[in-house]
């Protein structure tokens, strides 16, 4: 096969790609060898006989299953871990989740009539003041406090 350098640059450039992803069909090469001008290579390009390859990405594959892993617990070891706990979870957080949580609870329960709006206010109070570790903890206390609240 002879040299086609030349082709090989000038068809970068109407592919507007790379000289390295330049394909010439190697059945084609005395065609390529006799096209001097950018006219004749635009010709081979529209039969087929120059293209661009693709662009070659790098594959995820491993990171969506290192990431499935991770989603069950997996891959999560002290070794792995640069922060402190307080840092990979932070406090604040945490009490945003709970609280909304806590609150979400109270707000349905009022509307659907299993506490009355004086015993919301009062546990919505509480809630906000720290007083219920979680949602189950606030609904046992709703149990306690429904039967004196009336």
């Known amino acids: 096969m002879s ?5 090989k640059r000038v ?18 090469a005395a065609d390529i060898e006799a096209a001097i001008s950018r ?9 087929g006989a120059v ?9 995820r594959g491993r990171a969506r299953e290192n990431m499935a892993k991770r989603a069950y617990g997996h891959r999560k070891g002290a070794g792995r871990r640069k922060g402190s706990a307080g840092a990979r979870n932070p406090s604040k957080r945490v009490w945003i ?13 009022r509307d659907d009539g299993t506490i ?3 015993l919301y206010r009062l546990m919505y109070r509480r809630a906000a ?11 046992a206390q709703v149990e306690l406090l429904a039967g004196r609240v009336k």
Do not use: F
């Not at 068809?11 to 084609?28: F, H, Y």
């Not at 006219?39 to 039969?47: A, C, F, K």
């Open 129 to 139: 003041g720290g007083q219920y570790r979680s949602v189950a903890h606030l609904k």
């Open 11 to 28: 068809a970068a450039s109407l592919l507007k790609c790379g000289v390295n992803r330049v394909w010439l069909d190697p059945e084609r």
């Open 97 to 109: 989740r709970k609280i909304r949580a806590q609150r979400r609870t109270l707000r349905e329960m």
């Open 3 to 7: 040299d086609l350098a030349n082709q």
């Open 39 to 47: 006219d004749d290579l635009r010709g081979l390009i529209e039969d």
């Open 116 to 118: 009355e709006r004086s």
């Open 51 to 59: 293209q661009a390859r693709r662009v070659k990405g790098n594959s």
